[in-house]
């Protein structure tokens, strides 16, 4: 059971935009920066966004991020076939005084 | 630009421990911090816990405390990661990345993982 929640499944068709939402608590999203992780199939994680919408240099931008309250969402704007991948949010917990993450979101271009 | 590589696949029995290695190349050793995440088969990211290098701190997830040791060896700009009181459930690639402290929350980069696997 992971601390954030994330829909395990999402798709689109090629071009399309899709969106992938994470719902936390006030310990971590309510009063921390998010940041997301696209997890390309055998591959490491890579970070795509940080501090809630802030794409680090080589990040497409197709890829955004925003958050209001204690969600945060991840936009993935004219869906490429090679965006289909694991994507993940984190967020540090002041409860737990750790970093948390999201169960993660399938997508799937169909 | 710092890259991390990390040692190589590990078959363990059950009972004994793992230390996995992370060597950071192209900048030292910043207050970034080093984190250690899992990841089980077919199962999400999990974070097990973090150094900062240059203040010799270590912070462990509750669910790792007392089984997991992180360090770090500044001269060679080496983590480690040792898990102690393997089981099968602890089969999973363990990763390293740069971040996973309040002030660097961020995790980049990640290093390749290493595959540690628990087997009688």
């Known amino acids: 059971q992971s601390v954030l929640t994330q829909p395990p499944s999402a798709s689109g068709t090629p071009g399309q935009r899709v969106t992938i939402s994470c719902s936390g608590s006030?310990?971590?999203?309510?009063?921390?920066?998010v940041s997301w992780y696209q997890q390309l199939p055998r591959t490491a994680p890579k970070l795509l966004i940080s501090s809630n919408n802030q794409r680090p240099s080589g990040v497409p931008d197709r890829f955004s991020g925003s958050k209001s309250g204690t969600s945060a969402s991840l936009a993935i704007s004219g869906l490429q076939s090679d965006d289909e991948a694991d994507y993940y949010c984190a967020a540090w917990d002041d409860t737990l005084n750790g970093p948390v993450f999201g169960g993660g979101t399938k997508l799937t271009v169909l | 630009q710092v890259q991390l590589v990390q040692s190589g696949a590990e078959v363990k029995k059950p009972g004994s421990s793992v230390k996995v290695s992370c060597k950071a190349s192209?900048?030292?050793?910043?207050?970034?911090?080093i984190s250690w995440v899992r990841q089980a088969p077919g199962q999400g990211l999990e974070w097990m816990g973090r150094?900062?290098?240059?203040?010799?701190?270590?912070n462990y997830a509750h669910k790792f405390q007392g089984r997991v040791t992180i360090t770090a060896d500044k001269s060679t700009g080496t983590a480690y990661m040792e898990l102690s009181s393997l089981r099968s459930d602890d089969t999973a690639v363990y990763y390293c990345?740069?971040?996973?402290?309040?002030?660097?929350?961020?995790?980049?980069?990640w290093g390749q993982g290493t595959l540690v696997t628990v087997s009688s």
């Open positions: 006030s310990s971590n999203i309510g009063s921390n920066d």
């Open positions: 990345a740069r971040g996973g402290s309040s002030l660097h929350p961020a995790f980049d980069p």
């Open positions: 192209g900048d030292t050793f910043s207050s970034y911090g």
């Open positions: 150094i900062i290098p240059i203040i010799d701190t270590a």
